[in-house]
């Protein structure tokens, strides 16, 4: 493979080497890169694209910009837009007057995959990050023993806005109203002694001859230590005992002072946000994260949760950063309970089940989807997918497998055979090649559905999209939608006859060639996934198809084998989509580089789930960051 | 306005009527509430996604406006002397970004300008006219501003490369801060309101808390210096709210105050003692859709009678992902709207339309019954109702709906259908704040005119 001949073993840690163990050089590459972008790219983009893809930017893609700049951060979005219209033959449009042939389109499509070389080296910045919700919520309960439900009050986040997270009027104060609750709780009554938690986290009743103030820093500095995730800096324990002053001066005993010092720590930015421990001395503008932050970074992304005791030692003696430590931490946090915020956090994002509770199914149809079958269809994702990373199966189990989880609601909607009586979900193994794996899954197939109806157009962008990592061109813009065929048109017709016509438009056929099969090859699933031999016409279902690659199928068990058989093509979407959760950001530029890299080991072991998390977390992009430039 | 003594009395009947323990009406000082017999002008917005079905929206006539208003409308028959339609306003051409169109319909709603379209993938529109409102007049009550919405955003899209937050959000409060909108009613009762039951007992503020606030302001200083400057943005978003908790601190600090002056035997309030008590506001148990968005109607009304804000939005349903199981059938909103020739589209959209314009006519025949000064709490405020297409068809933006109810502490002359208005939307955002007394620097968006056809 070519890939691997590029690949630059230990690269990741090894920070400022540019040579590999091979001996790949990436200012060779570099330069490779430049020569296909000057002599193949650029004439290609400059002869059929950038009359409408200008500097006047339509549909959002500007090549006018990633001509000039093709490595820069903001370009390779749009080089991966112009490659997913241009692999489709989607552009340039049927009606333009210059169309590359199918040769150029592949050639197109190849150099353009070069083009991330040109991508100067970097780990991008540590953006800072207010605490998600759940974060917030978590780091109360790990920090102060309060339940979680004492965060219910903030609003919801609404996904892939992350950098968003505005908040109202209405809402500003609720970090403060919840501050004081977490205070409230921590703090006995008048006249009873002190809660153990009070002492742990307050130290014990002032004895006579200490100096208050002194013994309030020392409260400030360990309160501080846990809170802000780092130990704080003078100036800030400056500011804390200022509010324990306040406090004693305002005739507050001691206690109730260091009650009021918390509350200034539960509304600090330090304590709401991620941030960045201290400008580094460096004069590199790329540093490796300090390993507080290392400690920040892993377990926000694994557990949703802060550091614990046994992760801050290791940062506090300056070992976490060390490959080897690193690694060891990984499994350990993944085999604690705290981990299942992996799925909650990503799994159910990712799998686009996340907002099943909420989800509108027409209760005339579907009377049966009830809070409890809503929940079980969750349970049962959550736990297929634990599964698959506490045994470090391959990805490809994840789409094809012999086992799933269910309870009495759930064995009903699927039609087990097995008698599985009430509610508890427990682990069986499937006789039926149809189901098993997240595509024969009634979470997944529910959530790509429409109220009423089966939508093979969501199912097909779904696969492709979340499984398979490929980029789906957007519909354009005033398309008729299915059901506005007229009547007459469509009497008689099975749902694939009607979408097919839909087929019969030039605009339409290119992307909807790709998509229909595979959401064709679902449609014995009804709309929360239910196996049914005929249609809502009472028409036979024919779910045979083709994949773009010529492969065909007839069932949706041979359409799970094929998939499962592209495991790089699994792996990679699956490593991407970590990494973007765990740095908090898009993938772009120089990304793509080090996602190779990492492809290349994960191969080494049949694509493993765990070791796709293992090699996400000690990978160059995890573990450095830009601080200039 | 009539003086008693026996207002505090009252005030604290209101008071448990409502479980309201919190917003009493909140006022600067005495001597300004003593001077203001009038009571505020309030603003409020709601929205509703994808356009009308034209011709059974708007009236044939002034004559069929009063006495027979075409089915969309129909409710607002009993009131429809204290409404105003104006027909002709155009929305901001979107002609760069022709794929957005519901990306563009509810965020161009109140800016009535396109996002930036270098920066598209990140929010950078403009202030809305609600926050420019808030900044006027938002240091006088509480809560500067108000912000609801139905339902969450489920639905991702990013048209034409825009961010999808363009999608679910009317109000900005800058031209890269979208204001979120609360969803759960219980939620905003509780906040503005205080704890049901519990009616007697104030929520105290901590007196130190400002304090401590502002000690924490201090020291973020120094954590700021050290970020990047797109770190240093999002920071100063959250420091900002800070801010805003701190001020409202203060106001609730100096409505204790009053509330001691009261007991005191000091009069102080501008409200007056035959003003109607706060309405009573019901959680919805189940899940109809016409149920909370009457809670929220509700939650707008009791908002502006204790003048715990003066300006609010209200997204009744945001585009796509909507449906209407009560109206007997399920299918989204959005999926009807494109209904080319087909007469069943046309009847559900109808009664969508008809839905929605039924909640606005709810919220506004309560207010229009609740006594206020010398009127009606309608009359002291301006209620719009609209959406941001024409049309969801065609997409078409020359001719939006819009419904306008109140009188604006009389700079509305309401009663009227202007059926040949020529002005775009901004023109009628720009109208409306002059109406409310905003000071505007510059007009809003595209606007170059006021509509002074629609003023009094």
């Known amino acids: 493979m070519e890939r691997a001949k590029l690949i630059l073993s230990q690269f990741a840690l090894a920070g400022f ?89 592949l050639q197109f499509i190849k150099w353009v995959g070069k083009v991330k070389y040109l991508s100067k080296r970097d780990p991008g910045q540590f953006v800072i990050r207010r605490l998600t919700k759940t974060e917030y919520a978590n780091t109360l309960r790990d920090l102060y023993g309060v339940d979680t439900s004492i965060a219910d009050s903030l609003p919801e986040e609404v996904a892939g806005e992350g950098f968003l997270n505005s908040i109202s009027s209405l809402q500003s104060e609720l970090f403060l109203g919840i501050a004081n609750k977490v205070v409230e709780q921590i703090m006995a009554s008048k006249g009873k002694g002190l809660t153990a938690n009070q002492k742990r986290l307050f130290g014990e009743e002032l004895s006579k001859g200490t100096d208050p103030y002194k013994a309030a820093r020392g409260v400030a500095s360990s309160l501080a230590r846990d809170a802000y995730r780092r130990p704080p800096t003078d100036a800030e324990l400056d500011v804390l005992v200022d509010v324990y002053e306040l406090a004693r001066k305002n005739k507050l005993n001691h206690t109730e002072a260091l009650g009021l010092m918390l509350k200034a720590v539960l509304v600090s930015p330090q304590f709401l ?96 989807m009830t809070t409890i079958l809503r929940k079980s269809m969750m349970e049962e994702a959550r736990l297929f997918f634990e599964s698959i990373l506490s045994e470090n199966q391959s990805v490809a189990r994840l789409v094809d497998s012999d086992y799933t989880f269910v309870n009495e609601p759930l064995a009903k909607v699927y039609g087990l055979d097995q008698s599985v009586l009430g509610s508890k979900m427990r682990r069986v193994k499937l006789t039926n090649p149809n189901r098993g794996g997240i595509l024969g899954m009634s979470a997944t197939l529910a959530s790509t559905s429409f109220p009423n109806r089966t939508s093979p157009v969501l199912r097909g962008v779904w696969v492709l999209e979340q499984i398979l990592g490929e980029r789906v061109p957007p519909p354009p813009p005033d398309i008729p939608e299915l059901e506005e065929q007229a009547r007459s048109e469509v009497e008689g017709l099975t749902l694939r006859q009607r979408t097919e016509l839909h087929q019969s438009e030039a605009t339409c056929r290119n992307c909807h060639k790709v998509l229909d099969p595979i959401g064709f090859g679902l449609e014995n699933f009804n709309a929360i996934g239910q196996w049914r031999e005929k249609n809502d016409e009472g028409l036979a279902i024919d779910s045979a198809g083709k994949l773009p690659n010529g492969k065909s199928f007839s069932t949706p068990a041979e359409l799970k084998g094929l998939l499962a058989q592209r ?31 990492l492809m290349v080991k994960i191969a080494k072991n049949h694509y493993r789930v765990r070791d796709i998390i293992t090699e996400v977390v000690t990978s160059y992009l995890f573990t450095y960051r830009r601080i200039k430039g | 306005m009539k003086m008693t003594n026996s207002s505090h009395m009252d005030r604290r009947t209101f008071l448990k009527g409502a479980g309201v323990s919190l917003a009493l009406p909140f006022m600067d000082s005495l001597t300004s509430a003593a001077a203001s017999a009038r009571p505020p002008v309030r603003l409020a917005f709601m929205y509703m996604p994808h356009g009308v079905i034209m011709d059974q929206f708007w009236p044939d006539n002034q004559d069929a406006f009063l006495n027979s208003p ?33 990306a563009l319909e509810l965020s161009t709603w109140l800016t009535a300008r396109l996002p930036n379209a270098s920066t598209r993938g990140r929010i950078n529109i403009a202030i809305s006219a609600d926050q420019i409102m808030a900044n006027y007049v938002g240091a006088q009550t509480s809560l500067p501003s108000l912000e609801l919405a139905t339902m969450p955003q489920t639905w991702k899209e990013n048209q034409e490369g825009l961010h999808e937050a363009y999608y679910s959000h009317c109000s900005y409060r800058s031209p890269t801060q979208p204001v979120p909108a609360e969803i759960d009613p219980r939620n905003v009762l509780t906040r503005l309101f205080g704890k049901r039951g519990k009616a007697g007992k104030v ?43 701190e001020r409202r601190i203060a106001a609730i600090e100096s409505r204790q105050q009053e509330a001691a002056l009261e007991k005191a035997g000091v009069r102080s309030s501008k409200r007056d003692a035959s003003d109607s008590p706060p309405i009573e506001v019901k959680i919805p148990e189940g899940d109809k859709r016409s149920e909370y968005m009457q809670v929220m109607c509700d939650l707008t009304i009791l908002a502006f009678q204790t003048d715990t804000t003066r300006v609010s939005t209200y997204i009744g349903s945001r585009p796509n992902g909507a449906s209407y199981p009560e109206l007997g059938f399920s299918n989204q909103h959005h999926s009807q709207t494109h209904y080319g020739n087909d007469q069943e589209k046309i009847r559900k959209v109808a009664a969508i339309n008809e839905l929605n314009v039924a909640q606005y006519a709810y919220m506004v025949k309560k207010m229009h019954a609740l006594k206020e000064g010398e009127g009606t709490l309608l009359d002291n405020c301006i209620m719009m109702w609209g959406s941001g297409l024409e049309d969801g068809n065609k997409h078409r933006r020359d001719n939006l709906p819009f419904i306008l109810a109140g009188k604006g502490g009389g700079a509305l002359k309401t009663g009227r259908f202007l059926s040949n208005i020529k002005g775009n939307q901004g023109d009628l955002l720009t109208t409306l704040l002059s109406c409310v007394g905003v000071p505007l620097d510059r007009p809003i968006g595209i606007s170059t005119k006021l509509i002074n056809e629609i003023k009094a």
């Open chain 1, 17 to 105: 080497l540019s040579v590999s163990a091979e001996g790949v050089d990436e200012a060779a590459l570099r330069e490779e890169a430049q020569k296909v972008f000057d002599e193949k790219v650029a004439p290609f983009v400059k002869k059929y694209c950038t009359s409408c893809h200008g500097s006047r930017a339509k549909a959002g893609i500007n090549l006018a910009s990633a001509l000039k700049n093709p490595g820069g951060e903001s370009a390779s979005l749009h080089w991966k837009k112009a490659v997913a219209n241009v692999k489709v033959h989607d552009m340039p449009p049927e009606d333009s007057s210059k169309k590359p042939t199918d040769e150029e389109r």
């Open chain 1, 273 to 368: 946000f991620i941030t960045p421990a201290g400008e580094p001395k460096s004069k590199e503008s790329i540093v490796l994260l300090d390993d507080y932050q290392l400690a920040s970074r892993l377990s926000y992304f694994l557990w949703a949760a802060p550091p614990d005791a046994a992760l801050a030692a290791l940062a506090d003696e300056g070992k976490l950063h060390k490959p080897e430590v690193l690694r060891g931490q990984v499994a350990r946090l993944l085999k604690d309970k705290r981990s299942r915020a992996l799925f909650d956090g990503f799994g159910a994002q990712w799998l686009r089940v996340n907002d099943l509770d909420r989800r509108v199914f027409d209760p005339k149809t579907f009377p049966q």
């Open chain 1, 567 to 597: 495991e790089a093509d699994l792996a990679r979407n699956l490593t991407e989509r970590l990494m973007s959760y765990a740095l908090g950001r898009q993938l772009e530029g120089y990304d793509d580089v080090v996602i190779d890299q």
């Open chain 2, 70 to 102: 075409p089915p969309i409308i129909k409710s607002l028959q009993p009131v429809m002397d204290q409404c105003l339609m104006m027909k002709g306003i155009s929305g901001v051409p979107i002609t760069p970004f022709k794929g957005a169109p519901h």
């Open chain 2, 203 to 245: 929520t105290k503020s901590n007196p130190l808390d400002r304090q401590m606030l502002d000690r924490v302001l201090g020291g973020a200083r120094d954590l700021r210096r050290t970020l990047a400057k797109v770190d240093q943005d999002k920071l100063d978003e959250y420091l900002d709210s800070v801010r805003s908790v």
